[in-house]
Structures are given as C-alpha cells and as structure tokens.
C-alpha cells in the first residue's frame, strides 16, 4: 500500500496534496498496489473526493486538536496509519519536510525529499530529486524495506481518474501537543508561492519598492504569485518570503517572468525549473536571457504597462 | 543554556556543479567551500545573538565530515562558537549524519539544536527533524524568528503563503532560515581566537544508512531565448498565450 500524507490549512486541503495525492496513485500502478490517503485535524472539504485522484481510502482522525499542528504528534498518528504501507507520500513543504524526517526514524524509511519525479524499480527503488538548490538532480536508492518520499510542489502533473475513496476514522490516541500555535498569519488574497502556477517576480531593476505596482497589477490579472530576487529583499523593498533562489525559495512554475532581474547564478538556482521563463531586462548582455524561453530586451517602465494593457484585454 | 550548532560543509553558492566518474561524483575541483549558508548566516549568528544576551550560554558547533572540513569549522568557531565537535565521517546519507548528531546531542544535554533549513547541496531538510525525533524533542522547521523567555520558546516560522507563531517549552530542535539573524564576518579578534578553542575530532558510531546516491543528472538546456522587439510587448503576450500556453 502507498499511504499520501494530505496537508491542510484553514480547514481546506492544500492544492500541492492533491498533486502528492495523484502521485502516490501512480507509485501505487508502478508497485501494483492501491494508494491511501491520511488527514489529520477538521476539514469542511469532501473528504471521499480524494478518490478522484486516484486515492481508495482515507484514514482520518477528525479532532480539532489537530488542527494545532505539532509534527510530532503528526509522526506518531501517521506511523500508524503507515503499518502496512510500502512507501508513503508527503508534499515537500513546510508541513511535510517537518513530518518526513521524524517518520523516516520511526519507520526505519529512507526518505527521499524533494523528488521531481516517479520511481523506478528495476534497479533498486530510485527516485530523482533537485540537489545542489536545482542546480542538478541526483538519482536516490532507497535500500529500507519502506520508503518516504516528498515531491517537490509543481512537479506532477495532476490526474483525475473519478471515484469516490471509502473513509475511516483512525483509533488512535492523540498526545499532548508540546509545540502550541500561537498564531497563523496569512497573507490573504494572495497565491503562495510554492504552490503558484504563475510567478511574477522584480529585480533591482525596478529601481524602489514604489515601482512594484507593476509587479503586482500583472500578478493580480494572471492569478500569480509576485516574488523577488535577493538583493530586493535584503533591502527591505519586499517581504523575505518572496525572495526566491538559492538562499531563498525553489519554485517551479509553469511561467516564471522575472522582470530587472539580471539571472545572478543563485537566482537561477531557485527559479530553473520553471516550466516557461520570461525574462524582461534592458540589458541584452544580463545571463538570465540564455536561461529564458521568452524575452523583452527593453525597459521596464516602458513594456510592462503595455504588457499589462494588452493582458488586460485578452482576460476582458 | 547549551547550544549545539549543526554545521555543513557545503560548495560556494557560486560554484558550477559538474560530475565525475560517471556522473556518480561530484567534480570538488576548483570549487571553494563554505558553511552551509542557512547554518551560519541564520542558525549559527542567532545562537550567537542569543549568547550576547546571556553570557553564561554555550555555544557547542557539530560537523560531521572528513578533516577537509576544519577550515569552515574554523570560521564558524571565529564568528563566535566556544568549540567544536566534528564527527569523522564522510557518509552524506541523512539518517547516518542525524544519528551522529542525535549521539553528541545526547551527550551533551542541549537545551537547544539549532540546524539551517536544509543544506544548500543536498537540499534534503531531513537533519532537524531526524534529530528531534532520536531525541524525542519537539521540532520546528522554518524558523524566522526565535525569542526565549525563560525556558519557553516563542518561534515564527515560514508556513505557505504566510507566517505561524509558536510557543515550545526547551529542549528544543529548530531549523532556521533567513529573517533569524543577519549575516556577520569574523573580525580579527574572532579569527585569532578559534586557532585555539578546541575541535575535538571523534570517530563516528555505529549507524545505518538509508539512502545510497546512484547517479547526478543535470538539467537539460534549454532550446535558446525568442527574444520580442520592446517596441512591441503584445506579441510577447500573445505568443505565451497562443504558443506556450501558459495563461
């Protein structure tokens, strides 16, 4: 059995769950085996929709007190769950690289984190994953009998296979959590960035926060994530959440436009495995053109309310 | 209180990565090396933060890895460490370097373990977590600010699409990223003083390794850039609409 752990928030399952979801169904086809799913904590959403993604049965331990989340008690529950599974599933965000490895002692599983793709079982159990912040992939065997692996968000393609998975409650005592949550902050109307589809991202280029306008009102008509290279960040001109490269933020969307960012070798790190990449710099000499797709060889303050304008009327 | 700093040999964010022997090495020459970013611009810098405020703090630094490790040890313990263990190994399998962490960690009755979120090379983001759980500790990953008010711990760590505030009672695993500290250069008094703090070498115990590395792959490149003429945007956003199809 291949067990996918299903992350939640605000009562609602993430969108990178259903991605881990329709992954750990395809690792069930591969080992010719089902695929089932845990949820810890309350979720108005319907929960036996899972089964659309491929998933047979969700374990559930419906207590509120879980929605207060303690990765250890998270790693015990789940253990459980986890018995008789072959391999489980987490996406590799900040819930799951906090479970993950406390599963891989308590399960004796070796743990392959931030895979960006399937299995391969004909020479050993191996997994692809980004190493060296994307610069590269490395090719991991797992020699445990069981097997963990986070998929890095944004890099499954999600199938819908229709049905509905059976749902059973968990018997489990819970422990007293020792990590209490305060507080949860969101920056609301806003796409994550982990988990957007589009990123429209500035650099240095843009020459001061004031300017970021343009940023946002292209991000706001496409549905997208705004982020920002490093050197923005350490100024203070936007949030350290959005700085996204080595030092900050992997992502891999399907469109990535980097607007006065020049494609310093660490932003590039964090950005390459976008599916399409735009790049918009006034300098044709910037390194991040031979990394691009598309390209503005132009200024900024000129193209983008153009660009702007004419997305507008293709979305109207 | 004691600290005990989790410290990561890692290549120079600069560094181009290229393989050897097959693709099942990678190519070190040439390449500078650093600490881990994460492990000292964030965790390791807090943890000195941490013993300005408190003199009586101990700062104890953890690196498991080959003598080729001692010049970055050296440097960590310039910026502020008090000593440094390193663990004589060169196994880079996760579960294998937790356990030699869990081990001293053990020893040593930390109050706290501080990690960087993850290694800049391996990216796995495993240490923290497998630490906490050898030790039976409560973790939390993510880490951007970290305040202690007595034994309690008030931590804000990264989340999606936002920020979380946590309370834990100490003894406590966090793994930090950027906003827990800013980065600091060893002045000369710090240099001249590591030469003698002490970076006692021992050999590693008995672990199991989980995971081996078959091959690296890098990505493929890519076809070449269509560059736009600036004078005229909108064909840039027809072609993403009509041929990449992305929006």
Redesign the interface.
């Known amino acids: 059995m291949v067990l996918v752990f299903i992350d939640q928030q605000d009562g609602h399952i993430k969108k990178t769950s259903f991605e881990a979801a329709s992954y750990a169904a395809a690792v069930a086809n591969i080992l010719g085996s089902t695929a089932e799913a845990i949820l810890l904590g309350t979720v108005g959403d319907d929960v036996a929709s899972l089964g659309n993604y491929g998933i047979t049965k969700v374990h559930t331990v419906a207590n509120e007190s879980l929605n207060n989340f303690d990765a250890q008690v998270y790693a015990k529950l789940i253990t459980l769950a986890a018995q008789n599974a072959d391999v489980v599933v987490f996406s590799n965000n900040t819930t799951g690289k906090a479970i993950a490895p406390r599963l891989s002692v308590r399960l004796k599983a070796g743990l392959v984190s931030g895979a960006a793709a399937l299995p391969t079982i004909d020479n050993g159990f191996t997994v692809k994953k980004t190493v060296f912040s994307g610069k590269a992939f490395a090719n991991i065997t797992v020699t445990t009998a069981k097997k963990i692996i986070a998929l890095n968000p944004n890099s499954f393609t999600v199938k819908t296979t229709g049905g509905t998975a059976e749902v059973v409650a968990l018997d489990a005592a819970i422990d007293t959590a020792k990590v209490q949550v305060v507080s949860t902050d969101l920056v609301k109307g806003e796409v994550p960035l982990g988990e957007a589809d589009i990123v429209v991202s500035g650099g240095r280029g843009l020459k001061g926060p004031e300017n970021w306008g343009m940023i946002t009102d292209l991000a706001h008509l496409l549905g997208a994530a705004t982020a920002c290279s490093r050197p923005v960040a350490d100024i203070h001109w936007r949030p350290h959440h959005e700085h996204v490269g080595q030092t900050g933020l992997a992502i891999a969307p399907n469109l990535y436009i980097a607007v006065g960012i020049s494609g310093a070798i660490q932003h590039l790190a964090g950005v390459n495995r976008s599916k399409t990449i735009v790049v918009i710099n006034k300098d044709p000499e910037a390194p991040f053109f031979k990394a691009a797709d598309y390209g503005i060889v132009g200024d900024a303050f000129e193209v983008m309310p153009k660009i702007i304008e004419a997305v507008r009327k293709l979305k109207a | 209180m004691k600290i005990l700093v989790c410290i990561s040999k890692t ?1 120079d ?2 560094a181009k ?1 290229t ?1 050897t022997d097959n693709n099942t090495k990678f190519d070190s020459a040439g390449v500078q090396y650093i600490i881990n ?2 492990d000292e ?1 964030y965790s390791l810098v807090r943890a000195i933060e941490l013993k300005e405020a408190d003199a009586t703090t101990i700062i104890h630094l953890i690196n498991v890895g080959a003598a080729d490790s001692d010049p970055i040890i050296r440097k960590a313990l310039a910026l502020g460490g008090d000593e440094a263990i390193r663990i004589n190994s060169e196994n880079n399998d ?2 294998y370097i ?1 356990s030699q962490i869990a081990a001293i960690a053990k020893e040593g009755a930390y109050d706290l373990v501080f990690t960087g ?2 290694t ?11 630490v ?3 030790l039976d ?6 880490a ?1 600010k970290f305040t202690l008010d007595g034994s309690t711990a ?1 931590v804000v ?13 100490l003894p406590l695993v966090v793994s930090c990223q ?2 827990m500290a800013e980065q600091r250069i060893p002045n000369m008094k710090g240099i001249m003083g590591a030469r003698t703090k002490p970076l006692k070498v021992v050999e590693p115990t008995a672990a ?12 493929p490149a ?2 070449g ?6 004078d005229n ?2 064909e ?6 009509e041929e ?1 199809k ?2």
């Open positions: 290549p964010t600069t990565i393989f970013p994460y611009w996760s579960f937790a979120k993850e800049i090379d391996y990216n796995s983001s495993s240490i923290g977590g497998m906490a759980e050898l500790l409560p973790f939390i990953s993510h951007i008030t760590r990264e989340i999606e699409g936002g920020e979380e505030t946590d309370k834990a009672s950027k906003g199991e390794s989980y995971t081996t590395i078959a091959s690296f792959d890098l990505p890519k076809a850039v269509k560059l736009v003429s600036a945007p909108e840039l956003v027809r072609l993403l609409h990449a992305v929006f």
